[in-house]
């Protein structure tokens, strides 16, 4: 157990304990004023953890097959787990919004298993990566739309308009990034899946 596959296994933890934070603060005892800033911190604790477990892997070469699975499955988890956490609360953002997130995430994921079961390795795109920057972004924008929230300068209709079109924006982008994935990778896909080559020129 390297430390680089603690910090990747302490932001899967982390997931969980987002959404009990937020959605049972006042069970915990928590006001509302503390909350956004706890949020933040735990947000803030995942993606330092993204930062480091990599370079720390690479410095005490202890990069494994295992952390190359994980990590990218750690980041989707961490996010996801607080865009599942906002369509409840005061954010209350619609779930069928959210799903666009977890299904692409699902179908890229299963998608590149069944290729590397194949013999095929799918690189990352640029594409997925700035996907995963916007995802991280809507996380905190929503976090600090908390704060004035929570401090009375807006409302709550505010708040969950506010968390709306920015989750709808990173949204689109998403969707787009899973589209751009397959086109780029479909000739290897449709392999993997058993199609004739002829099919996927």
Not at 23 to 45: C, D, E, K, S
């Amino acid at each position: 157990m390297s430390i680089a596959l603690v910090l990747t296994l302490s932001r899967i933890l982390l997931g969980p304990i987002f959404i009990i934070f937020y959605l049972y603060y006042q069970q915990l005892g928590i006001t509302l004023g503390y909350l956004p800033y706890i949020l933040l911190g735990l947000a803030g604790v995942s993606e330092l953890s993204d930062l480091f477990d990599g370079a720390v892997a690479r410095k005490m070469n202890k990069v494994t097959d295992l952390g190359k699975l994980l990590d990218p499955m750690a980041d989707s988890i961490f996010r996801l787990s607080v865009l599942l956490a906002f369509t409840g609360g005061a954010v209350q953002l619609p779930l069928l919004l959210v799903c666009v997130f977890f299904y692409r995430d699902m179908i890229i994921s299963t998608l590149r298993t069944v290729c590397a079961l194949r013999g095929f390795a799918l690189a990352a795109r640029m594409s997925g990566k700035i996907k995963a920057v916007i995802q991280a972004a809507i996380c905190f924008l929503i976090l600090l739309f908390m704060i004035p929230y929570s401090m009375g300068y807006i409302g709550i209709a505010q708040l969950q308009v506010l968390g709306f079109y920015s989750v709808l924006i990173g949204a689109i982008y998403t969707a787009f990034s899973g589209v751009e994935y397959i086109i780029a990778n479909r000739s290897y896909i449709m392999r993997a899946l058993g199609f004739s080559s002829e099919l996927s020129s």
